[in-house]
């Protein structure tokens, strides 16, 4: 595979970015190698700048469902644009997003539109805070609610203890509000609201994980933690950014059961455009300003052309009552093929799939189901076989701790494509 070009460009980036990329996920570190600098996509494939064409599973992080370019989503955005691309005034644009996502997530009953995930679980967070007038949040170790201070903590050692900040730049007082407890485990999140129950604020999950890959919960775990909530009068908030119109037409909690307080949302809703929301509890979310004290605001929130393109994405999905269906089915595909793949070449992995979302864990764990068994994953294997996959045509997402995507565009062939690539490179992983 040539990637000249795509080294020059790194390079070159690097003279004026931090490590050459705007999110160190693309860093492509953790695998040991260089990013590759794409030059279009279509579909389901990607192209790079040195021409190389792949399957691509990772669908920039989750946004793009429907694959690349889809028509639909292209029309809404090159129509829209034509009219102005800001103004920093309402539009019915935005009216429309708030009612489509209350239609498909009947649970959020009022939504505030923002730029990213990120800021969606930050002011999520400051309203829970606002609302209840408590300054404890619970999130659990390997779950990523983006960059805001208050969610870039780890557990430090166990699962039950203030946080210790990820990284420089947190304050020790942003960091003793945050607790943190252990996915899939109940008791940790028991023993949490023992100790701190009427000082904390909110909880935070995502539902369904993707950024430890992706992790199943427990139906027991996540009743418990909708019901100790309840009972302390904590805010639940599920973020949903990935899972959000990924797992079901009404996300993660349509396929749990489970009716979250507030839901934070991102990624598809934006059609591949800069898009966050949060939203719920229309008595918890009067209390944003103007209605309320609780402050948010942003200058490109319900950007126009993002509403177009998340529109245009969420109408596309709704225009074919059989699109979940069909998903399943080229997902259970994938699956089903790296699953025999993997029994052939003997190469311990666990394959956790999850509607269109799926992570192959390279452990000797006979199940991935918490954070302490994705820790035990051979990162070296992981990265031998990314880097081997992309020589066969293959993109997965460059780190063993993420989320791979299938989108309405992956065709049949590419899936038996991938399976057949799959066990080839397991075969050259035993050598
Ligand atoms: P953004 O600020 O990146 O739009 O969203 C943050 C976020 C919040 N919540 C969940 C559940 C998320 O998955 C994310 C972002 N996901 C990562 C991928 N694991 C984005 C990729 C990146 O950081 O470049």
Same mark, same amino acid.
């Given at each position: ?150 969610? *870039?903590? #780890?557990? +430090?050692?166990?699962? !039950?203890?203030?946080?210790? &900040? /990820?990284?420089?730049?947190?304050? =020790? ?73 990924? *797992?079901? #037409?009404? +996300?993660?909690?349509? !396929?749990?059961?489970?009716? &979250? /307080?507030?839901?934070?949302?991102? =990624? ?73 793949? *993997?029994? #052939?070449? +003997? ?85």
């Amino acid at each position: 595979m040539r990637t000249e070009k795509s080294i020059e460009a790194f390079n070159r980036a690097l003279k004026s970015i931090p490590g050459g990329v705007n999110s160190p996920a693309r860093a492509f570190k953790s695998v040991g190698s260089n990013p590759l600098f794409i030059e279009k996509a279509d579909g389901s494939a990607i192209y790079d700048i040195d021409g190389n064409e792949f399957i691509d599973y990772v669908g920039s992080w989750g946004p793009m469902i429907l694959g690349h370019a889809h028509p639909e989503v292209v029309k809404a955005v090159r129509e829209t644009a034509g009219s102005g691309t800001s103004y920093g005034a309402p539009t019915i644009l935005e009216t429309q997003m708030a009612e489509l996502i209350g239609e498909m997530i009947p649970s959020v009953e009022s939504v505030r539109m923002v730029n990213s995930g990120t800021e969606a679980t930050m002011s999520a967070l400051r309203l829970a805070r606002g609302f209840t007038g408590r300054d404890m949040v619970i999130k659990f170790e390997g779950c990523y609610h983006g960059h805001g201070d208050s969610f *870039l903590i #780890k557990a +430090g050692s166990g699962a !039950l203890t203030h946080g210790e &900040p /990820d990284s420089p730049g947190i304050t =020790k007082g942003t960091a003793k509000d945050t607790l943190t407890a252990g996915f899939n485990d109940t008791g940790s999140v028991e023993n949490l609201f023992t100790m701190h129950g009427d000082k904390i604020a909110a909880v935070i999950i995502e539902p369904v994980t993707g950024n430890m890959g992706v992790i199943e919960p427990d139906r027991e775990f996540i009743q418990t933690i909708r019901t100790l909530c309840t009972w302390y009068g904590a805010i639940l908030i599920f973020d949903e950014v990935m899972t959000g119109f990924r *797992l079901a #037409k009404g +996300g993660a909690q349509e !396929l749990l059961g489970i009716t &979250p /307080d507030l839901t934070t949302l991102g =990624k598809i809703i934006g059609g591949g455009l800069p898009v966050g929301a949060y939203g719920g509890r229309k008595d918890i979310m009067d209390s944003l300003s103007p209605s309320g004290p609780v402050y948010q605001a942003g200058t490109l929130s319900g950007n126009p052309l993002a509403m177009a393109a998340g529109i245009a994405t969420l109408q596309t999905i709704n225009s074919n009552g059989e699109f979940y269906n069909e998903l399943e089915k080229k997902s259970a595909l994938l699956e089903k093929g790296l699953c025999e793949n *993997l029994h #052939k070449s +003997g190469i311990p992995a666990v394959v956790n799939r999850v509607g269109s979302m799926f992570t192959i864990f390279f452990t000797s764990e006979k199940k991935v189901s918490a954070y302490k068994d994705v820790m035990t994953c051979d990162t070296e294997m992981f990265a031998r076989f990314i880097n081997l996959l992309l020589d066969e045509g293959v993109y997965m997402a460059p780190s063993q701790f993420e989320a791979c995507f299938v989108s309405s565009a992956h065709s049949e062939s590419d899936i038996r494509y991938t399976i057949d690539k799959c066990q080839k490179i397991l075969d050259r992983l035993k050598e």
